[in-house]
């Protein structure tokens, strides 16, 4: 069964780079139906894509943060990885890499969720 | 403020069915599928529902889901206090290019 695991700095400071990791394991990842996304939630709110790569290497942003993020992925290395540069405190949050399944038959939706990680932004 | 409206909480009593609408527009819920998640305590969000109506192996066909139009709906029957959670709608919005989630709701089993 595929899980993934983030990692990464918890503390970023402002101004800086936020850097995660999503290490993939338990199943292949090179299906032509698998997105692979990370999804924010700040503290008490809800949750916010941020972008997805396909296995392609096509990439899908959020738009309201498409300027700042880069997320980019190694088949070989079964992982894939966030960039979210110039943060602020509002970027703190618990930060999820996900799966997303979608097929001819399928619309997309995320099957499988990291157990999150928290990232805070802080001098 | 999200592209997708659903109510801050919604309550019941154990044993009672409950409905968690999610209301959209035509660039999403109008024309895209509509999965639902929910969020335990403390815990990553799990998929519930997928392509409008349908549940993933595992989930307890208490939960269902349904959509008219640009609205989308979850209900649960027979509840638990174990199904106190948040759920969240989420779907493809194609004017946006993007990702979207409702703002979350809370369950209270009374």
């Known amino acids: 069964q595929l899980q993934l695991q983030e990692s990464g700095p918890g503390l970023v400071k402002p101004s800086e780079t936020l850097s995660l990791t999503c290490t993939v394991s338990g199943g292949s990842v090179t299906s032509s139906t698998y997105y692979w996304g990370w999804i924010r939630q700040p503290p008490g709110k809800g949750l916010e894509w941020i972008g997805s790569?396909?296995?392609?290497?096509?990439?899908y942003y959020n738009p309201s943060l498409e300027s700042r993020v880069s997320i980019s992925g190694d088949t070989f290395t079964k992982q894939f990885s966030l960039k979210l540069n110039s943060v602020t405190a509002a970027d703190t949050a618990v930060y999820y890499c996900v799966k997303a399944y979608y097929s001819d038959s399928s619309g997309p939706h995320m099957d499988v969720w990291g157990k999150g990680t928290t990232v805070t932004v802080s001098s | 403020q999200s592209v997708l409206t659903q109510p801050p909480s919604v309550s019941a009593a154990p044993g009672q069915k409950v409905s968690i609408s999610c209301s959209g527009s035509?660039?999403?819920?109008?024309?895209?599928?509509v999965s639902w998640y929910q969020q335990l305590p403390g815990t990553a969000p799990k998929l519930l529902i997928y392509?409008?109506?349908n549940r993933p192996s595992g989930i307890p066909d208490r939960f269902s889901g349904s959509k008219s139009g640009t609205s989308a709906t979850l209900g649960i029957t027979g509840l638990q206090t174990g199904d106190e959670a948040d759920y969240y709608c989420?779907?493809?919005?194609?004017?946006?290019?993007?990702?979207?989630f409702g703002g979350g709701t809370k369950l209270t089993v009374l």
């Open positions: 989420g779907t493809w919005d194609s004017s946006l290019s993007a990702w979207v």
């Open positions: 790569i396909h296995n392609s290497g096509s990439t």
């Open positions: 392509d409008n109506d």
């Open positions: 035509s660039s999403n819920i109008g024309s895209n599928y």
